[in-house]
């Protein structure tokens, strides 16, 4: 059988990193989305903090797949 590598320190620093980054610009491009979406609508500040919120969320799934991958490694 062969044993799983475990990921050396500066793996796991980059990965962090990365996931760091990811939730942040998925948070930006929702608020961006959302303030496109509120200035061609005219709907005020309703879609700025929801697709900033779907952006979080949407990072967070992002940031699941990269430690799962991270993991299988």
């Known amino acids: 059988m062969k044993q ?3 990921p050396n320190s500066l793996q796991i620093a980059a990965t962090v ?6 939730v942040f610009a998925f948070i930006i491009i929702g608020a961006l989305g959302g ?8 709907t ?7 697709c900033a919120v779907a952006g ?3 990072g967070l ?3 699941f797949y990269t430690l799962k991958s991270l993991m299988k490694e």
């Open 4 to 6: 799983k590598k475990k």
């Open 17 to 22: 990193s990365a996931m760091g980054f990811e």
């Open 35 to 42: 303030n496109f979406l509120d200035e061609r609508y005219g």
């Open 44 to 50: 005020g500040h309703l879609w700025l903090p929801i």
């Open 56 to 58: 979080f969320f949407l």
């Open 61 to 63: 799934f992002s940031c």
